[in-house]
């Protein structure tokens, strides 16, 4: 199975960028075609171009080697330069290009037009390179333009491009029966909910994740990631209207070495993103937080996703009402663009591509109206767990964490489960249960192993039991 996004070979040599360049690859040598010239140069101003993979193609901008090529004012490059060398005192080209992420081309015209305007001095040379530092009225300069933004970091790309990139990114996905399986291979699943949530996973629209608590709706929603086997390119960060807005995030983008020698360093490889959201999301998590500090803003939880998935996990128990929730996501859910607001009061408008999950035991009905749930295409009822479904789950969870066990255990587990209360069978009792069982046998500085005598020890510790109250004498 190969998933990845499509754009068709005639829709990119109509682009209207002029320096698009389509490398192509289907087993045999890579050839560079050099599509006819657009009448007008993209709006972004940066080249792309297309990686090559086994059966469909990515768009990818290449390296600009012209201040114009980069779709960023140009003051914002010499911002980024005098900062760095404020910053740091003396700097040469190598570490410009290393911390700003910009060509030796870009850096060198950048260089050479302040000697000519006297903002810096040469100090020497280290190998082939210069050693240089800011004269008295760079570091004058410098020091106005810290007090406006002090970013300091790779050089972001234009919005018009990152929405270019962002929507030649969209999953395009091949899945059945089998393949869905193989990603949930640790989850025991009935074929039944395979066959709900395959249309759903291959539309990459939203999805509606439902039932009792315990069903295991996260642990489903957790491993939807694993259906994408192809990368994608995030920015380190995107400039609008001369404002910054750091995207990248090391801890939501899983970095992955780069093998394309062409690919402008702006951009990061990376896997498909996944955000998890709980009961901490509240609304203005949903808005662009500006730093105070630095005067950069950070990216919200669904622009850093974009080209991967979000989960509102436990969907209603939020800081944000659910209703709030979804008045502020039905125009992106129904148009994929989302828009921002710049401290200004700017908006501007961001893609929306990614795929956002919800998972709740609540009542759909409860949680929204019929107009909301329009939207979100696919809901899926994931049931409480069958007498049969459970015992491969307990037989599953033994094997995964390697527990000597007592034959018949897993029917010893369900049995005592519905006698000490339990209104139905849940997905989440055989992990739950072993791991008290093991702290158990942890608390008494034994070997782990689930016999019926523990099984019984532990479904006596998970299960609430009504207070026993002695009743006053009578007098």
């Excluded at 008045?327 to 989302?338: A, C, F, G």
Aim: with cysteine.
């Amino acid at each position: 199975m190969y998933i990845a996004s499509v754009m068709s070979l005639e829709t990119l040599a109509s682009s209207t960028n002029p320096n698009l360049i389509i490398l192509e690859s289907r087993g045999a040598p890579k050839a560079a075609i050099k599509p006819p010239v657009a009448p007008k140069p993209a709006s972004s101003g940066a080249a792309i171009t297309v990686a090559p993979s086994n059966e469909e193609v990515h768009v990818r901008p290449t390296i600009p080697d012209r201040l114009g090529e980069l779709g960023i004012p140009r003051a914002m490059v010499s911002d980024l330069v005098l900062r760095f060398l404020w910053l740091h005192g003396t700097g040469t080209l190598a570490l410009l290009h290393e911390t700003l992420k910009l060509s030796f081309p870009v850096l060198e015209t950048v260089f050479h037009e302040f000697r000519q305007q006297q903002l810096l001095e040469v100090k020497g040379m280290v190998g082939n390179d210069y050693s240089f530092t800011l004269t008295a009225g760079g570091r004058h300069l410098a020091t106005a333009r810290s007090e406006v933004c002090q970013y300091v970091g790779p050089a972001p790309v234009s919005i018009q491009q990152y929405h270019e990139v962002v929507k030649g990114q969209n999953a395009k996905l091949r899945l059945n029966r089998d393949s869905l399986r193989r990603a949930f291979h640790d989850l025991v699943l009935p074929d039944n909910l395979l066959d709900q949530l395959g249309p759903s996973l291959i539309g990459h629209q939203s999805l509606f994740l439902y039932g009792g608590t315990g069903s295991g709706k996260t642990s489903i929603a957790e491993r939807i990631l694993r259906i994408y086997q192809d990368t994608i390119i995030v920015p380190y960060a995107v400039e609008v209207d001369g404002h910054i807005i750091a995207v990248f995030d090391p801890i939501v983008h899983k970095q992955i070495e780069a093998e394309d020698e062409f690919l402008d360093p702006r951009w990061v490889l990376c896997h498909r993103p996944c955000i998890t959201m709980g009961g901490e999301l509240s609304a203005a998590m949903l808005e662009l937080r500006l730093d105070e500090a630095t005067h950069v803003f950070i990216a919200p939880c669904q622009m850093k996703a974009n080209n991967g998935i979000l989960v509102v996990d436990d969907f209603g128990r939020q800081m944000v009402a659910p209703q709030q929730l979804l008045n502020r996501w039905i125009v992106p859910l129904d148009r994929r663009v989302d828009y921002l607001t710049l401290a200004s009061g700017m908006k501007f408008q961001v893609p929306f591509e990614l795929m956002v999950v919800f998972s709740t035991n609540l009542d759909p009905e409860d949680l929204a109206d019929e107009a909301f749930l329009r939207r979100i295409q696919t809901k899926v009822l994931v049931e409480d767990v069958t007498d049969e479904i459970f015992d491969l789950i307990v037989k599953q969870v033994i094997t995964v964490h390697s527990v000597p066990a007592e034959t018949g255990c897993a029917e010893y587990m369900r049995e005592r489960c519905m006698a000490a209360g339990a209104s139905t069978l849940r997905a989440c009792y055989p992990l739950d249960i072993l791991k008290l069982v093991k702290a158990i046998a942890e608390y008494e500085g034994r070997a782990v192993r689930l016999t019926r005598a523990n099984i019984d020890r532990a479904v006596g510790l998970y299960f609430a039991k009504a207070p026993t109250r002695k009743k006053s004498p009578q007098v």
